[in-house]
Structures are given as structure tokens and as C-alpha cells.
């Protein structure tokens, strides 16, 4: 998922983040279309372990982080608190669904 700052990041610089979240986010929905067509486990690491973890890293993790470097630089910390504890309360939500029988 981090790996993929390195490619993304060249993309950043040279033509801004429209690009990049709009293949991310093609890229993400396509993920969860392709996952009920895999068959075998290496179809399932290809859609979710490198697919998904692409997306993340063009959708997430290089052009949010960044513009909220750029954009809120006096307000950085709160921020930073305010994304993160955003992502704490997805990550707890969504097992809730799923574990439920």
C-alpha cells in the first residue's frame, strides 16, 4: 500500500491529484466487482492484495495527506487528529456488519 506512493508521487508533482483519484477510485470500485468472479486464491491476491492496496495508495494515502500538508499547515495537528480518528471509527465499523450472524 506504501509502495505505491513512489509511482504515484512522480504523478502528484507533474499533473496534480485529479488523476490520480479518479483511477484510484475506478480502481477501487473494480476491485469489489471482480472479487465475487475469482475462483482461486491467487485471483483473490491479485484483486484485493495488490489492486486494492494500488487504490489505496493513489486514492489515499499520497494526494489527501499531502493536500492537508499544503492546504492546513497551521491547523496540521488537528487535522491529522481529525483524519485519522475518522478512520479509527471506519475501521471499527465495519467488522460490526460482518460479524453479526
Request: charged share 10%; net charge negative; hydrophobic share 50%.
Amino acid at each position: 500500500m506504501f509502495c505505491g506512493g513512489l509511482f504515484a508521487g512522480r504523478i502528484f508533482d507533474s499533473h496534480g491529484p485529479r488523476w490520480l483519484l479518479a483511477g484510484g477510485s475506478t480502481l477501487f470500485i473494480v476491485c469489489f466487482f471482480v472479487i465475487p468472479e475469482c475462483k482461486e486464491y491467487w485471483q483473490f491476491f491479485l484483486a484485493q492484495g495488490v489492486a486494492f492496496g494500488i487504490s489505496i495508495s493513489t486514492m489515499y494515502h499520497l494526494p489527501v495527506l499531502s493536500l492537508m500538508v499544503a492546504s492546513f499547515r497551521p491547523l496540521l495537528a488537528l487535522v491529522t487528529g481529525f483524519d485519522e480518528n475518522g478512520l479509527l471509527q471506519w475501521a471499527s465499523f465495519i467488522p460490526a456488519p460482518l460479524s453479526a450472524e
